[in-house]
């Protein structure tokens, strides 16, 4: 099973700074044939579902705000903020959907300095 | 968005069955995998079950292997899971989501609770 790790645990950001969130699989999720990263990242708001903000570890959905951006292959990812909005506190999870079981992160918690 | 909504949880006693439904008739429904996630408050999120778009295969987490299975209607636009040999550690909240990839679009999520 691919166990994916997050760091840090919590991490807290000053209003316009940049945020860095890293993600680390225990497999390589590149996948050779296409050469994609099957590795998504998703915001969760308190009372909220989770929300789809990039995929193929990079790729931005759309409607998400250009100052998210997702970075890495192979088994190490990143999600960077790049000037930290109010409106962006919340956990934030990488997921693996390259073989199952599928697998998450166990987030990581963005808060205002 | 795509709307999905998720019915059936509640409380039920350990070594009970429950089952939940997630309907998701505004878009079309047969032509995506559904997956469950579940989620215990305050805690991560974890991969329960998937089924592929025309129901043919299915795939779960070990830790409910055997006790929980994954079905879908696509005439009803409806995807189930029915959980049986219920234990206190499957009490979360239980999202269903779409996606052949990445999961897209997320319900609300239904709660179910295993307690006596």
Not at chain 1, 2 to 8: A, E, H, N, Y
Not at chain 1, 59 to 87: C, K, M, N, W, Y
Not at chain 1, 102 to 108: D, I, K, P, V, Y
Request: aromatic content about 10%; glycine content about 10%; hydrophobic content about 35%.
């Amino acid at each position: 099973d691919i166990v994916m790790t997050q760091s840090p645990d919590s991490l807290a950001v000053s209003l316009g700074e940049r945020a860095t969130i890293n993600c680390k699989s225990s497999q390589n999720i590149l996948y050779s044939s296409n050469n994609r990263n099957f590795l998504a990242w998703y915001q969760q708001k308190p009372g909220q579902p989770p929300k789809l903000l990039i995929s193929w570890a990079s790729t931005r959905e759309s409607g998400v705000p250009d100052r998210f951006s997702g970075g890495g292959s192979g088994t190490d990812f990143t999600l960077t903020i790049s000037s930290l909005q109010a409106e962006d506190v919340a956990v934030y999870y990488c997921q693996q959907y390259y073989s199952p079981p599928l697998s998450f992160g166990q987030g990581t918690k963005l808060q205002i300095k | 968005e795509m709307q999905l909504v998720e019915s059936g949880g509640g409380l039920v006693q350990p070594g009970g069955s429950l089952r939940l439904s997630c309907a998701g008739p505004r878009f079309t429904f047969s032509s995506y995998w559904m997956h469950w996630v579940r989620q215990v408050p305050g805690e991560g999120l974890v991969w329960v079950s998937r089924v592929l778009s025309d129901g043919s295969s299915t795939g779960y987490a070990d830790s409910v292997k055997g006790r929980f299975t994954i079905t879908r209607d696509n005439a009803k636009d409806t995807m189930y899971l029915q959980m049986n040999s219920l234990r206190a550690e499957d009490t979360a909240v239980y999202y269903c989501t779409r996606g052949v990839a990445a999961m897209e679009d997320w319900g609300q999520g239904t709660l179910v609770t295993v307690s006596s």
